[in-house]
């Protein structure tokens, strides 16, 4: 069942996500009358659905609504929820059968653009992601961690923040992915065991390896990150934006604007992520 929401929409409040968040979702961006990068976005969601048992099946008739929405809000942004749906008992999952797929329709954040221009400071989150590969990479919609993390970064002046898991591993940023340089070399954290694998985030990944860009995907503590040459964030929504400066542990650094090779470069080529459908 697809289910379209207003502004005014409430969900049901028997609809498991209500109760243990028990579904997936992404957040997309329309631009030039399309859904940057849909395919991977309703892949993540197949994804997402199959790591957490639900078999939602209506994906070519997603897939088609979502491009007739696309046609009518420009520069907007789509968000999709899939749940398990209604019933079971507590935690039980026994006769829930019919999962529900919600749409719901949002204005681009304005910050983004200022920040594009301005280049964004990255502070470090004393909140620790918890380890469990079952559910890292997708999506899913238990955002509590993520919650208690914007919830502190309100009594910090910085942009975003670094967050590491309970190793103290860089894992991401509050909502975004995290990529840096040092010399010709690139890096990435894994999220074989924490964190959410992003659209973009993988999106650039296929760049760098079509460009022949040496990547390199592993665990690295923070000194790898502050040790920079260049570092950017990305999402769906932002695309990607760069890092000027960290303030970590009371100290401020700041990164050379004239190092910032990959946004520069993304920025004039944005037309391949509209396009690669």
Known sequence: MIIELSSNDRLLSNDRISSYGDGCFTTMCVNHKKIELLTAHIGRLKAGCHRLKIDFEQWQELRERLQEIALKHEKHVIKVVVSRGFG?????????????CYISLSEIPQQYASLTRTGLTLGLSSIQLAKQ????GIKHLNRLEQVLIKHEMQNMDVDDVIVCD???NI????????FWRKGNQWFTPNLDNSGVSGVMRNYIVEVFERHKVPLVVAEFKISSLLDSDEAFVCNSLMKVINVKSFDVNGQQMSLNSTENVFPDWF??????VVLNE
């Open 88 to 100: 079971g008992r507590g935690y039980g999952t026994a006769g829930v059968n019919t999962p529900h």
């Open 133 to 136: 590969p079952l559910l890292a």
């Open 166 to 168: 309970t190793d103290s």
């Open 171 to 178: 894992i991401e940023c509050s909502a975004a992915n995290l």
């Open 267 to 272: 920025s004039a080529k944005q037309f391949e």
